[in-house]
């Protein structure tokens, strides 16, 4: 594997997916885990996602409307990886068209998967008011809510109700920003 170009490889997969691929930064991540010490199944990984590459190259990011409207995605994982982290993701969309994302572990371990869905959610949000505020000063203010949208229900209801749970308890207050 000396004479392999790992680093490099994932270096360019790791420029695409900050410039145009959303769809590959799971992958990029995980692959780049590996950089210092890579296998020779790791090399087989990054050719893969190579040859996906290949195959949906006349696939891109497209932007339809001039409204401005700005609406994310967020999502995690149950966190049943090895070191019991979750994989958090969000993708913010204007017009239909992605103009920021993120997949990344989280810095904690969650004691659940409502824990694990609310830190996402607070991470969307943070970024959410960073695109809110350049598209501020680029442009005009924004005459609609942001909508951010999660598929668990529990969190849901945390973040709406700003009552004391404890089964919550053990939240940190810093994830309570979203509320």
Not at 15 to 21: F, I, S, V
Not at 87 to 95: E, K, M, R, V
Not at 150 to 157: H, K, T
Request: proline share 3%; glycine share 4%.
């Amino acid at each position: 594997m000396r004479d392999v170009p790992y680093r490099e490889a994932v270096g360019a997969l790791n420029w695409a997916t900050l410039a145009t691929r959303p769809d590959i930064a799971f992958a990029v991540a995980t692959v780049a885990r590996f950089a210092v010490n890579p296998g020779p199944a790791h090399w087989d990984t990054v050719k893969c996602i190579y040859c996906y590459l290949l195959g949906t190259c006349d696939l891109w990011l497209s932007y339809s409307e001039t409204q401005r409207t700005l609406e994310g995605f967020a999502d995690a994982d149950s966190s049943m990886a090895e070191d019991r982290r979750a994989i958090s993701g969000y993708a913010f969309l204007i017009d239909g068209g992605a103009v920021s994302w993120s997949s990344k572990k989280q810095e904690l371990v969650s004691l659940s998967t409502t824990e694990s869905q609310y830190v996402a959610a607070t991470h969307s949000m943070k970024e959410a008011l960073w695109l809110q505020s350049l598209l501020e000063d680029a442009f005009a203010p924004i005459q609609k809510p942001t909508i951010l949208f999660s598929d668990n229900q529990s969190m849901i209801a945390l973040m709406k109700d700003h009552c004391y749970h404890m089964q919550t308890k053990h939240i940190d207050v810093r994830y309570h920003f979203i509320r």
